[in-house]
Structure formats: structure tokens, C-alpha cells
């Protein structure tokens, strides 16, 4: 009885009777002005009530007497005076009731059926486990793929990338992984995948079996870069929580290039210049935060096995996103589309920097 009633108690916790308001005093470039906020901080989320109903929005840029919101939507339909609300901190509240849910980065249920909060709170932006406390790379897996388990092994706690063009059967490995790995929960984000394939990829390519012990988050290619950058952010913040508990996660991300790109799109809005061929100086930092928070957790916890898939466009391997992830990550798969043109599956081409553990 004791955990009887604890998502209500979190749904009531996280109700605030009390909100900061400010108002929109000038819109440019995609960005609102917001006066009247003067306790809001980077990276907090905001509520924006215009004509056209309300908008989630988040804190880019601040000057004295003003903040800079980017909105979640468009922006049509708003106006000058429009309502603001501060939300606070960007975080969610997994549960474990989430297994076997499709959420979007806001946690929000997409598969019809009410989604309780946690009673815990997580920030999206979470430090990575002190490095001095974390475990070395734990026993080999069974993954359910040939040559995983045979000449590219997979251990618990290990990052790996998919470095694949469109159409090599990227999303299909990860779905078999998924399905086969040894690990007690799968988190999986769906990062600007095309709306009409959520429903194939959770029902035909993933089933049942895969989502009885899976986290679907997915924001779709037409929603804002804020959504799209946040769903990685929240698909790690789930991870998280499950490890936490002691549990062995695998995570897998689809795709970090889209992440990258959504990233770029905010800081661009925010100011950035874009000095890193096309993409703003603060991508590095993003992506190897992001890819940190995986891999084995300190003493007491549990391991994040991530694999994490980098749309390659021409097979440039030194492209900036490529070139980032391979300094951070402990192994690397590459799929060749001419070894998936013969029908060969998995495309695998190359790989190098395979880390293996003990046992």
C-alpha cells in the first residue's frame, strides 16, 4: 500500500500554486523578448499562452530587464503581452511504469493510455558519474547477432557507434539489439525520425517482445529543435533512473546527427556562430556530455550500454559529428550500403577500437 498512491503524490509535488510571469515585449528571429522575468536562468523552460493556445519555449540568451525564449512551435499566432509562465528547470520524473510506453521528450504518453510521474525529479542536463569512481567494463553479452557475439563482441557498460548511411539497415540492428541484448530494461530515442515509421518500428520491427522491456522517447522530424535535441537528453535522464537502481540499460540513440543538427539550429538561434564547417563551437561539448553520462556506473549502481547510431553522408568518416563521437566512444561499426545493395545483413564494413572486458 505504501506505493500505492506515490505518482499521485508526484503529480501533486509537481503542480507549483504559484508561477512567475512575464510578457512578451518583442519578437526576432525566431526569438521572443520576455520582460518581467528577472529569476530565470539558461536552459529553463517556459510556458507561452498566445492566441493559438499554449507553447513550451526555453531560455537562450539573457540581459538585464530581459530573456530570450525560443519556442517550442513556430511562434504564429503570437503577440505583444502575451503571458509567459517560468517552469523552472528542464527535468523529468521517470518511473518505472514507463517500461513498455512511448513518451515524447516532455514525458508525455503518445500511445493513448495516462503516464504517471516519478517521485524523483531529474535534470536533463546531468554531470556524468566522477570518473574516478566508475567501474571498468563489465562481461561479454549476447547481443542476438552473429557477429557481435562472434568477431565484434559487445560487453556491459561499452559505447559503441553505427556509423551508416540512409537505408543500410541501421534501424533494423538496433530493433535486433533491442530484442536481444542481455539487459534488464532498453531505453530507445527516436531522435527526428519520420512520423509514419513510430508505429512500424515499434509494432512490426521492435514487437511485443521488445517493447515489454522498453522505453520508446521519440520527437518526429517536424517538431521544433528544441524536441528533437531534448529527446536524447531525456532518453539518457531514463537511463539514469534504471541505472540507479542497479540495473543494466542499454540505450540506444537514433541518430546522433540528428541531435547535432537540432543543436545546431538552438545555439545558431542563440547567437553562435557557426565555425565548426556549418556547426557552432559548443557541439563538441554537447555530444561528449551526452556520450559520457553512458558506459558503467559508479560503485552500488547499475551499467548504461549505449550504442549510438551517426547518419555518415557520403561515407565522410571526418565529418564533424563522426570525428567527435570517434574520440569519445569505445568502439566503432561501419555499414557499407554496398555490402547491404548484395543483401547482406548486418552491412558491416569496417570497425576498429573494440573494447572488450573481462570474461
Known amino acids: ?54 507553447a513550451g519555449g526555453e ?22 503581452g502575451d503571458r509567459v509562465e517560468l517552469l523552472g528547470r ?39 558519474p566522477a570518473a574516478a569512481s566508475r567501474r571498468r567494463l563489465g562481461q561479454r553479452l549476447s547481443t542476438g547477432v552473429a557477429v557481435f557475439d562472434t568477431l565484434l563482441p559487445l560487453v556491459r557498460g561499452q559505447r559503441i557507434g553505427l556509423f551508416a548511411g540512409s537505408g543500410v539497415g541501421k534501424s533494423s540492428l538496433l530493433a535486433r539489439f533491442a530484442r536481444g541484448v542481455d539487459a534488464d530494461v532498453v531505453v530507445i530515442a527516436l531522435v ?4 509514419r515509421e513510430l508505429r512500424e518500428f515499434t509494432e512490426r520491427v521492435l514487437g511485443p517482445a521488445g517493447m515489454a522491456r522498453s522505453v520508446v522517447v521519440t520527437a518526429t522530424s517536424d517538431q521544433s529543435p528544441l524536441m528533437r535535441r531534448m529527446c536524447a537528453l531525456t532518453a539518457m535522464s531514463v537511463a539514469e533512473h534504471f541505472r540507479d537502481q542497479g540495473k543494466h540499460v542499454l540505450l540506444l540513440v537514433d541518430s546522433v546527427t540528428r541531435f547535432a543538427e ?18 557552432p563551437p559548443s557541439l563538441t561539448q554537447a555530444i561528449m ?19 549510438f547510431s551517426v547518419l555518415v553522408a557520403g561515407s565522410d568518416m571526418e565529418e564533424p559529428v563522426a570525428d567527435i563521437l570517434r574520440g569519445v566512444l569505445d ?7 554496398r555490402i547491404a545493395e548484395r543483401g547482406r545483413f548486418p552491412a558491416i564494413g569496417g570497425s576498429w577500437g573494440l573494447m572488450i572486458g573481462p570474461n
Not at 59 to 80: E, K, N
Not at 331 to 337: A, F, K, T, Y
Open 289 to 307: 556530455g551526452l556520450a559520457e553520462r553512458a558506459g558503467p556506473g559508479p560503485d552500488g549502481s547499475g551499467d548504461i550500454t549505449a550504442v
Open 1 to 54: 500500500m505504501a506505493g500505492l498512491f506515490d505518482g499521485l503524490l508526484a503529480e501533486i509535488a509537481g503542480s507549483a500554486p504559484v508561477r512567475r510571469v512575464g510578457r512578451v515585449v518583442e519578437t526576432r528571429r525566431g526569438l521572443a523578448q520576455v520582460a518581467g522575468l528577472t529569476s530565470a536562468s539558461i536552459g529553463d523552460r517556459v510556458l507561452i499562452h498566445s492566441r493559438d493556445g499554449s
Open 192 to 195: 527526428g525520425e519520420r512520423g
Open 331 to 337: 568502439g566503432h561499426v561501419i555499414l557499407d550500403r
Open 59 to 80: 531560455v537562450l540568451r539573457l540581459t538585464p530587464g530581459l530573456c530570450f525564449i525560443l519556442p517550442d512551435a513556430s511562434g504564429d499566432g503570437m503577440a505583444i
Open 90 to 128: 528542464a527535468d523529468i520524473a521517470p518511473d518505472d511504469s514507463w517500461i513498455g510506453r512511448i513518451i515524447d521528450p516532455a514525458g508525455q504518453p503518445l500511445d493513448g493510455r495516462p503516464l504517471l510521474r516519478g517521485s524523483h525529479p531529474r535534470a536533463l542536463r546531468a554531470p556524468a
Open 262 to 279: 537540432a543543436h545546431r539550429e538552438v545555439a545558431l538561434a542563440g547567437g553562435e556562430d557557426a565555425s565548426l564547417r556549418g556547426y
